[in-house]
């Protein structure tokens, strides 16, 4: 059998004692922490989209209208610098948060896999409670079953994991551009006035379907709370599993590379400096620059919306993840100094209460932008929900880091744990000496 994380493998339990400060007391690192408070914060940049409406504002901002320079560059400074790069972080980061917790628990003695089946299985008994009662851009139960298969195959050599990762994500990238490209090519040729009959009507048939969805979502989220969610189970209830069908072949390679990374000392300072320098300075600047080459391509064209959801769906990953990894390495280096200051421990604070925000902040959007609540859906454009953003960042670091210096644990992080270990736990703080 495959070393498992801990003895061979287990240089987080090895090197406890080098990781530079990264490792508090009870355990937790506060690298982790603060890529999740970052993560957290960052994704919200980018639902906002979705929030406000339409979906598809999340891959052009010129649909169903074209929109002006200003709401333009507002779209793309979120899509340079947080599109695609905030979800790689999130998913990374669970895979090691999985990786960490089983290692722990198969530590202690316990069955770590069994815990974390049933604190998964809960996990996507959230997201469809989430899906239902509150925002359709649910990523709980795709996380769910993500995290499930990880489980099968944690105990893996890393150089297995990462072959597996990258066979799933190579091979659903090429078929997903087969079958996006001819498509894609057809809207590009309408643009130049060059298309073929047959190509005109494809791409007016897709623009069509677009708009139909633009125009059914204003009516459904501009309605009541009891009307959005029963439409949601009588005309799209499978909708989580048709969203797992799209985003595991993405999700599941980046988990698995985050057990990688957490088996290689990455998230414990241990690299050799030379590499994390690689990621920091490397990583970050050439994701960036692939991003921006994309980025002057699709602005003089208005960001066609059939070209950018192929791109966003599958065709911009190696871009993400190398950002992704960049920041991951900024944060990691940064961490025993940015941990300790004021916005460090809130943004600490933010990633330690990850899952109360995320859903907290679906809560909050949710009342600003449909029926039930302010009714705003479908008004801001790009440039004006950067505002929305703004509020959800305060509220996110407002509330977190006075919670935790009363409470061990967020409030959906205490009701989660509890349903996973079948018990009731409390939340208060441990007196010290």
């Known amino acids: 059998m495959p070393k498992a994380i801990t003895g061979g493998n287990a240089r987080t339990v090895r090197r406890a ?14 690298s982790l ?10 994704i919200l940049a980018i639902n906002i989209a979705g929030f406000s409406g339409p979906s598809l504002g ?23 610098f947080f599109e695609g790069k905030m979800r790689a972080l999130f998913a990374i980061l669970f895979g090691a948060g999985l990786a ?9 003695g316990d069955d770590g896999d069994v815990i974390q089946v049933r604190r998964l299985a809960w996990l996507m008994v959230f997201g469809t409670l989430h899906y239902l009662l509150l925002w359709w851009g649910d990523i709980l139960f795709v ?8 489980l099968f195959v944690r105990r893996l050599p890393c150089a297995v994991l990462l072959g597996l990762a990258a066979g799933v994500i190579v091979t659903a990238t090429a078929i997903d551009l087969w079958s996006a490209l001819p498509l894609a090519g057809a809207e590009e040729a309408v643009q130049l006035g060059n298309a073929s009959l047959a190509q005109q009507t494809q791409v007016l048939a897709r623009l069509d379907l677009y708009q139909a969805n633009a125009q059914a979502q204003a009516s459904l989220y501009h309605s009541g709370f009891i009307d959005i969610a029963m439409s949601k189970l009588r005309h799209d209830p499978f909708w989580l599993f048709t969203m797992t069908g799209h985003a595991w072949s993405e999700i599941l390679p980046l988990m698995l ?5 957490l088996r290689s000392g990455f998230f414990h300072g241990e690299w050799p400096p030379l590499g994390m320098k690689w990621l920091r300075l490397g990583a970050t600047t050439l994701g960036l620059a692939l991003t921006a080459l994309v980025l002057a391509w699709a602005w003089p064209r208005q960001f066609p919306p059939i070209a950018m959801t192929m791109l966003l769906g599958k065709g911009l990953w190696p871009a993400h993840l190398l950002t992704a990894l960049g920041y991951a390495a900024i944060l990691v280096s940064a961490a025993p100094r940015l941990s300790e200051s004021r916005i460090g421990m ?12 995320y859903i907290g902040t679906s809560l909050l959007m949710c009342a600003l932008f449909y029926g039930w609540g302010a009714d705003l859906f479908g008004q ?22 006075p919670w935790l210096i009363r409470y061990r644990r967020g409030p959906l992080e205490l009701l989660w744990r509890s349903l996973s270990l079948r018990k009731r736990l409390k939340n208060g703080l441990i007196p010290t000496a």
């Open 143 to 150: 996380y769910g079953c993500c995290g499930i298969a990880v």
């Open 100 to 108: 960490l917790q089983c290692e722990r628990m198969d530590r202690s």
């Open 17 to 30: 004692g080098t990781t530079g400060g990264l490792q508090g007391a009870d355990g937790r690192l506060a």
């Open 58 to 80: 999340t891959f052009t901002p010129d649909f169903p209208a074209p929109a002006g320079l200003p709401d333009e560059a507002a779209w793309a400074f979120g899509f340079l």
């Open 380 to 401: 801001p454009g790009p440039l004006d929900r950067w505002a929305f953003v703004f509020i959800g960042w305060i509220a996110m670091l407002a509330w977190s880091r």
């Open 33 to 42: 922490d603060l890529i999740r408070g970052v993560a957290v914060l960052g």
């Open 257 to 261: 590379l985050g057990v990688v990374l």
């Open 346 to 357: 809130r943004l600490v604070a933010a990633g330690r209460v990850a899952f109360s925000n």
